[in-house]
């Protein structure tokens, strides 16, 4: 039976044809493995720029190398020393960066400025000084170009409650520009592809956490954004939400859309992200490729022996090594000076049993922690002297 509601162009083109081979991002409820809409739907507007969507690569997951739309601009942000007070206030203290990204986590403890930046780089509070470029538009002047070609998925619940999902996405959709029939028609399609096909009729109001999350992704995706602006999309989620959450924004990310990642929780930065922007209380701390921040310089090998962790540890130490008592095993520190091969001989010389034995990578919390301690070591010093 058709849909009444539904746009009759929605129905010509089905919103989940069988044919599509792709892997569904969300499986949350039978009603949402409706994914994919269709072969040939993108997250593009399909009057002028729209061209058929990418066939899936054989690994999803694999990182892509630059690869933009034609008309992109290869450079995301070029900021030069942007500020912005909120009466007196310094939100933004002069940021200034220039970052080539597909997807960028953004970083800071509370209050370190992040959605400040990012409602500056949309355009929607003035800046105060400097001036900023998002995929070569600048600010002010193209504010509104940059509006339509980026989708903003806001931290707070932005909508009237007593809406359905399908009139609040499609408002949005004509927000951005898209002529409304248009925005009804994607609205839907969009509203499939979030894993919320059979909701769209309901009201927002009576949406779960989940729901409304994916509800404000539709939104923000539904005029075919270039550049997707995600502030705490995995806030209130529990566990499941989160990575069905996660795994739409590595699909949308698959589809040539960029991603900017604001987040409190760092794993979901290295399972999304290829670079990061870090600021604290308004001053930039880091702005480079994730791979880099977690290159160490010392590298960590984790060991544990049979029952002489006492001993090797003092061996070690009498050694040269830095060791450190982790739970049941020993975390030692080489130098540029030291290698594993060397804390493996010194077990040998001196029979030690050596039953765990694990380098470690570097994770981006710890990363991130050493960063700030560094910076907030370094302003002290600054308001000292
Ligand atoms: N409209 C406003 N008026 C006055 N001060 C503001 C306003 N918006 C933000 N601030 C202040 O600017 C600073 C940066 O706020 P912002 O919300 O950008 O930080 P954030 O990094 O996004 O924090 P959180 O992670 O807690 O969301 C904070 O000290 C905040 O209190």
Redo the contacts with the bound molecule.
Sequence with gaps: MPDPQVPEEALQQPPHSPAKPTTPPVRSSPSSLAWPPSSSWCLWPSSATCSPAKSASPNPKAPRALDHRPGDHPVLFRLDNVQKD??G?A?LKGISFELESNAVGLL?P???????LIKALLGLIPINGGSAEVLGMRLPHDARAIRRAVGYMP?NDCYLPYMTAVDYVSFNGQLCGLPKSEAFRRAHEVLYYVGLGEARYRQLGGFSTGMKQRAKLAQALVHGPRLLFLDEPTNGLDPKGRDEMLELIEDVRERDVRVVLST?LLPDVEKICDSVVM?NQ?ALVHVGSLAELQKSDDPVIEVGTRDENERFAQLLTEAGFSVEQAGMHLKVRLSSAQSADELVRLAVEHKVQLRHFLPQRLTLETAFLALLDQENSRARTELGA
């Design positions: 909120y009466r206030f939100a800071g509370n209050g370190a400025g992040k959605s400040t931290e409190h600021l308004g």
